[in-house]
């Protein structure tokens, strides 16, 4: 009973070299990457047993997603191969005021398609303890929300523990149908992840004081939310990520995780950005971490914090960070000094 | 009257630096490319006014095919914006006994998703003197099939010259499909350009004593083809690359133009292979600007097969060479000095 | 009545990549740029009909300016082909307290050896409501003095607007000289664009209580400026882009706009620099496009600062930004958030 | 029992882009391998349970090699970590007339240093039915000859067959040295893998009528020296791989597979290199899964000398192909067309 | 008399491109460095004659270091060549909160073997008056302590004036060995160059209300440090870096010259870091070259920290600036606008 | 007395990557040669003192070519700075059918500006027993005409050795121009070095039986020529190089010395371009070794040939081989074999 399940869609990523456009691109960056995965890919790299489910074309794309995973130690042995094509996304990477932009080419996908009968429902679910799935998985197709309903049911069966980061998608769904699949999921989480946004754009829950646009994060209101969350859904844990987009070369960077013992805040790092995409994938991941290991909910808070702001001083979606490093940052001072 | 009008797809071309295969990229080079787009930037790149007909998806990744066209000197005003996704290919380019592979992952292009109505059919076709396809166009949807035959129609009527390129994709169309579709546009064309394989796949016409897997190609037998061609469909003008592949890395290139005034072979080249995509493309666009320059047939075949051998010497889709390069070489030795 | 022509230089810029110094490279970024050429890609970019006039070398890299010039949808029809060389300038960028470095390498170019009968006066002029220049044309060299004065006597014989940067370049010319010859042209000028140290150097007219390089700016100074120049010259409106250089890396951008109905400033940009240069020509083809399109001139001011901070964080002199991203940022926060 | 172990040490390997030399180098290619990892890595590729067995330092160059290897689909949870170093070697592609250089920087690597007490003897030994090495582990140091002698007296007692690649190297030991030692091996081995050359070197055993340097085999040479050391060693299968090194850009490439049933040449390729480096490794394991699946010797051979013909044409100690290519390749005509 | 002598070791230097992690890396961008080698090529840079003496393998890899510091145009004709290897150093780029992290690979490096039998002493010697070292060298081997020992003897013998650059690493010895060998080589020194780190960990000595960690650095206490050391060691000047770790991208950066005549601390710098490796040996030469030069100490202290401040904001270990951008930087206010 | 001096312009070489056109680059390569600077790395990698006298800008172009020239072991210190620019080349690299082409830049360089007086005569002809020079020095200008005559007046003078590569180069000179102003320099000349082309351009005198289009070259006509040219005007030794382009990706190459003695053809060795360009002065290179290590006729012209077929397998202008790298071709197989 060691293993953590992460289901949900891995997609290709491309982007051109360094702050360029994708009009001026004559070369791409390519990695892999999606919420799901980039959670699998941190537990990994902190030492856990991970394994990501999910569906790939049985081409050499898809061999790329599996070489991917698998050379960071993701167990991808249960992933069936099929349908039509991987999902990619182009990303650009902003600077100062020009924020980065995502153009999404992800629909028709494989995992968009998957039915449980594809997989070994057995096999993928022995020795299992953790199941983290996001709502992006739900929001692609009535297939996949199908697929995951299935899937919770049978984590809940089995006395699994569940984690679900909101994560909304505005190009995947509507706000309504959002939160009438996602309130329809809730009863299944143990762990909520998310970020003010996501929250009200979901559940139509929304901190008082704050304002995302201008990045005023009140810590009170999120209090709030996630009280009403506990109250609502009968979670345990909500846990917020906090960034304060000063631009898009630096933001700020905290969390607060709010359980029914109380409201825990972290401290706060301003970042210089280097990628800033797969931060709240790294959020998540440190959250997990933390409660597997019994962490108390302060050093958690303070865990995933970190591990997410290291995340975004590293280039792609996957958090190559190790357990003493996040460590380090979370009981150090993030000076940034050279470690020879 | 002095444009000429290609119709097709274009996609967005992602390939490993040098020999890498897929699994091996962590960058692709980045180009744009299709058979009937590249016939354009060739015509274009000769010093004709040469128009580009699709339809490409309203975000930065058509607006970067839009940008390459038009580079080149490709009218694109013309295309309509919309729809769901530019199409993509993957390529891995082959040496010595790996031959090159394509992954496509084109489905669901806007262009497959074309209808007349969005086009301004009569703007469209103004000045328009020469209206070139291939077997691609209609093999990608129903929608594009009824399309192009909407098109070849209005061109019949206009009297514009059609010239076709067989194309035939087995992963688009079964040959029974293929051959029933490309049979009944055969009405409308004037030039047909293909290669063995396709005249076997799709008409069932083959060349007797040559042998494909081998690269034996025998020239009597092509004009044998030719010849029943010509008689079965009305064409005036039937023009063959011939290819031997000798290996990835090294072919032989030579062609055959076919007419009712008998038939003209070309010289031989042997090539080293750097790009041998898109050299089908070039030997067409060659073919249809010797005979708007009315060349005479035997100059019209050996400056089609000297440009689509230059073409293989070329990365990218877009044979990107001049004019003058091509009668040097077609008149030439093609000993390959340095130009000082 | 619907073309903006832009008169001037285009040269290859060849970059070190990254932060790396000339002596350092062995690769060289390949870009193409110059003031006016930039204005007119701003222009293009942006929607409006923009053609750009020079002269360039008949030649491969001439070709490959325009091809560049032709993929942003600038009009190259009318630059005259011949003579020696295309212009060239080295960077470096710089960071921290380390500046850019530019090492020029233009004389004798194509363009500084034109003569207007090699261009074609009344085709070029056909349909141009607005023409760009700026100081550096005149200062290339007597040809080029002499060939933009002579289109400026053109223009305003046919009521066309006409725009000016002031550029000085304190390499091409002396003080006294630009100071003589700008003088002269500001008859046919109507919108003067232009910075506090270019003002000083070529008109000797300067804002009181600013010193450039502490990057101190008063707006109160530019006003005072501003309306000395126009009842000096009779130009209709002044704009000044305001740069407070804290370092190569951050830079305070700002400007404002002067007319007779008062003194317009922007808000404040602090820009995390990722290329600054033709951040001033951005500026330019700004103001231009808030005039034409009858912005109010608070409007045109907001969004001449607004789309010249964007460039900064572009690699390359040209500004390849929409017009929604300009006015979201100008209308916005800039707070740079993703989007997806 | 389905594993098959392979032991030996990993390199990283750095080398010039392109056919740059290591003088010019301001880049270099970065990959992994060395000859028993090669031969773990093809075998993982073909859908085989392979596990490498090596010691790798405990630093973030010794977790690369892991993530390259486990990339691949090799098992890795064997490997101790600990020691000084990863040994490098630093590689330049020749061309034509200039040969390709090896600099080894290999000295003092964990893997030298091994001990048996260090592994997990019983768990790294479970399932395993064939263990493979080469001559290249016991020149190493005394401590790798000791360990793999340990190895070896382990694997002869569980009855699991052994493969041994005799792979000379002389920077690393003597020819006394090598033959002695080797002779005491060849008492476990149950197949061999050489070329002529290291047969001569380490045996002295040489073929009548052929000369290396001048890159001219005698196939039938090549069975008597097989005839001898099946003889003198007792062992199953000796297997030759037989290069004729034309230029440092064009090779023949065949193989001879000798067993008491007789010898079995396979068809030649003329390959136009482009990396021959672990050329020998991939035919060692086409030896290896040619037996494993029960091929017939012919085919078996056949099997392995297509699979190194396409290794020298990837980028890469690693030999990237799938079995389908491989089976192709061998049945087929090897023209290199474009699979599509 | 016009030499500067520097001892020591050169490495490569391996670093993945940009902010990539090396287990991300699949090209490593080449360089070399060495805390005497650097210092060697900023001083030849200024126009000093620079000689480096080390030993260098009789490889490709030696060669290339030598052409490296060729290029430069440091002297090279005084090293020995032979011995094992080159060392490396693995390098990877921090940002924000995650510091920069270097891999050693240096042990059994050539020069750690050196023996002054290999080198021609009076040769080295002819010409020289000022001999650099710094703490690394006795602490590789007891070779390279011998030597240095030797060097220094003969130095203070002929008059030569001796700097040292304390440079203590923590990975090559003991604060305890490091202490009792720096202090008994102490008697050479004329001119000691520190942080306050190496002060405290090799002499035990340490500035009194100040936090390395935290980034505080009191003026007052180095003061108070250089008398103690002056004191104690009899050397003419005291130089210290003071280095601000605000985090991996920001740093703040000033120094303090200490003599009899009293503390001269300098202005200082925000530094957006490009490559902060390097930055200690940059100040080093600053203070040399000041002294050399008999500049005042404020003189010298103002550009020892603007030549390191300019270091830091250029890739690789060199300072290759010029002596006019230094100048112009300690002169002027470091705002970092464009050189044209 | 054991300098050779070289004297001539060195140029700043500007190439896309791989097989890219100019019109495809958005990076060049950067390397800088010139056929006498060419000559001079060639003669310093194989470890004689060579000197290089041109005349290059005071910026940092002209810096980096000094470092790069500097980084080889070629002496600079007598290269006075000044003047306007350094020359540029432009140049694709061609395959197959389609040729390379270089688009020179080159006019208005601070060497094609020289004046005698700019450099210390005394000193520059301190040591040197060797000069050479070419045809493309006194093409370039009067100035160098008038610079190149003064310093072989001087040479002659003194009794040092003068050999001479013809280089025709047409864009530079007419043939007739040419023709006399070598004519006269060739009383100062004692070896001179061309090839077939360039003697029939220069000189008018032509091989029978021979067509460099064709790529058929006569031995016995080239003694034919030699014999000719000994008689007029009085040279030592004449030696060939013989290019026979079967394609820009494959030539032939060998050559021939002439002398008093007799004629020395050499083998020949059928190449695999890696980069053409400098094989000529590689061979010139060539050639001086040998006479200057009285090597005989026939070891003199093995060595120069192999030396510059070595060369075609390297990137750039320069022969970065050894000397034992050229003996072991010139005495060996040329068969390409790793040397590890």
Known sequence: MSKILTVGEIMMRLQPEGYKRLVQADKFDVCFGGAEANVAVSLASLGLDA??????????????????LRSFGVDTSNIPRGGERLGIYFCEKGAAQRGSVVVYDRRYSSFSD?????????????????????????????????????????????????????????????????GKVMTSLMQYVDVLISNEEDCKDVFGIEAKGSSIEKGELSKQGYSEIASEIIKKFGVKAVAFSLRESISASINGWSGILCTEEGSFPSKKY???????????????????????????????????????????????????????EIEDLALGTGSGRVSR
């Not at 394994?51 to 991917?68: T, Y």
């Not at 199941?131 to 699994?160: D, N, V, Y």
Request: charged share 25%.
């Open 51 to 68: 394994s990501f489910l999910s569906k790939l074309p049985d081409n050499l794309i898809g061999d790329s997603a599996i070489k991917s």
């Open 270 to 324: 301003n970042i210089n950005i280097v990628d800033r995409i797969g931060g709240g994938d790294s959020f998540a991941a440190g959250i997990i971490y933390g409660l597997i290991k019994d962490f108390s909910y302060q050093k958690t808070i303070e865990f995933a914090v970190a591990a997410s702001a290291l995340k975004q001083t590293i280039e792609g979606d996957f958090n190559l960070v190790s357990l003493k």
């Open 114 to 178: 998957i039915d449980v009968k594809e997989i070994d429902l057995e096999k993928t679910f022995t020795d299992v303890y953790w199941l983290h799935f996001t709502g992006i998985t739900p929001a692609l197709s009535e297939k996949t929300e199908k697929f995951i309903t299935t899937l919770l049911k049978q984590a809940k069966e089995m006395g699994i523990k569940v984690s679900c980061d909101l994560n909304y998608r505005k190009k995947l769904w509507s706000r309504e149908k959002a």
